[in-house]
């Protein structure tokens, strides 16, 4: 069967496409969170971005964190998800699109200075043009 008449039956089964929305536009919105060449540092071939969501509670420290709370510095967070992540790859003993992992972490709420374990969700999935690519995630995030 053709490209071009499997596209036709897919179109015929479920219809055109209504609306379409990348990974490179959500990135470019801030929903998700390109960590830069830190991953690829860890030793991650595959580009990864991490959801705002997961930013928010697991990297995002500003000056002003430190001052309320203890010391942290936002690379130093990124690099202990990152590589948090890239150990749970290396050490996953089955074939599989997705695994959680597990970091501490100090809370951003403005008290904390004591670290509380963090899980995270990994997922391996086609990017833009159909090439593997890694999202971090909440648990409860999809």
Same mark, same amino acid.
């Given at each position: 069967?053709?490209?071009? =008449?499997?596209?036709?039956? @897919?179109?015929?089964?479920?219809? *055109?496409?209504?609306?379409?929305?990348?990974?490179?536009?959500?990135? %470019?919105?801030?929903?998700?969170?390109?960590?830069?060449?830190?991953?690829?540092?860890?030793?991650?071939?595959?580009?990864?971005?991490?959801?705002?969501?997961?930013?928010?509670?697991? !990297?995002?420290?500003?000056?002003?964190? =430190? %001052?309320?709370? @203890?010391y942290q510095d936002q690379s130093g967070r990124l690099w202990d998800v990152i590589y948090m992540a890239s150990h749970?790859?290396?050490?996953?003993?089955?074939?599989? *699109?997705?695994?959680?992992?597990?970091?501490?972490? !100090?809370?951003?709420?403005?008290? =904390?200075?004591?670290? @509380?374990?963090?899980?995270?969700?990994?997922? @391996?999935?086609?990017?833009?043009?159909? %090439?593997? !690519?890694?999202t971090m995630l909440l648990p409860h995030e999809d």
């Open positions: 069967m053709s490209n071009t =008449s499997n596209e036709q039956s @897919v179109e015929y089964f479920f219809g *055109n496409v209504i609306s379409t929305y990348t990974r490179a536009q959500a990135i %470019e919105d801030g929903v998700l969170i390109d960590p830069g060449d830190m991953a690829k540092e860890a030793g991650i071939v595959w580009p990864v971005a991490l959801t705002a969501g997961a930013w928010a509670d697991c !990297v995002a420290w500003t000056d002003e964190d =430190s %001052e309320q709370q @203890v749970a790859i290396r050490t996953c003993k089955r074939q599989t *699109n997705a695994l959680s992992f597990q970091l501490y972490r !100090v809370p951003r709420d403005g008290k =904390s200075t004591e670290s @509380v374990l963090s899980t995270l969700k990994l997922i @391996v999935g086609p990017g833009d043009a159909g %090439e593997p !690519v890694i």
